[in-house]
């Protein structure tokens, strides 16, 4: 038992962010991670060392998160995508704190958060973002290219 407490005191604050991060809000962020340590705590066995025990732990939550973000859908775009950042939206980017940029994420719609979250903060392939939402990887790659659209506008702002 103790143990577990004290995986669960190492681990919690950095996986209640992840979880954060995916779910946009800290009150279903704490309802993940409650789910995401029931899943490690019954199945700590499949862990086999391969990897790092962070890294699967790691998978374990944002495999988590995103199955209760399923039930969102992905908003529908338009044509027009950019994907550079001007100077003075780079200037308006430097001014942020890590608390402004947490919370203009959070504010994304759910399927850009998602995939954004995944590819920017998680490093994970359009292709491998395609397999974990069960989309193609175009719309991934859609759903990348809008919300750093609607970041953009929302950096502008601040």
């Known amino acids: 038992m103790w143990a577990r407490k004290a995986l669960y005191e190492r681990y919690a604050p950095a ?20 789910d995401g340590f029931f899943k490690v705590f019954t199945k700590i066995s499949e862990y086999r060392g391969d990897g790092s025990f962070e890294g699967w732990l790691k998978k374990v939550f944002v495999n988590t998160a995103l199955e209760s973000l399923r039930r969102y859908r992905f908003v529908p775009l338009d044509d027009e995508h950019e994907n550079t950042l001007i100077d003075s939206e780079f ?5 942020l704190t890590a608390d402004d940029l947490h919370r203009i994420i959070a504010e994304l ?14 490093g994970y392939s359009f ?4 397999k974990m939402l069960d989309i193609k990887d175009v719309t991934a790659r859609t759903q990348y290219a809008y919300a ?8 502008n702002v601040i």
Not at 91 to 95: R, V
Not at 112 to 119: A, K, M, Q
Not at 148 to 155: A, G, N, S, V, Y
């Open 91 to 95: 200037s308006a980017f430097e001014k």
């Open 15 to 34: 996986m209640l962010s992840l979880c954060a991060r995916y779910t946009g809000n800290r009150e279903a962020a704490r309802d993940v991670l409650q």
């Open 148 to 155: 750093q659209k609607l970041l953009r506008k929302k950096i």
């Open 109 to 122: 719609p759910a399927g850009c958060r998602e995939v954004f979250n995944l590819h920017a903060v998680d």
């Open 127 to 130: 292709v491998e973002i395609a």
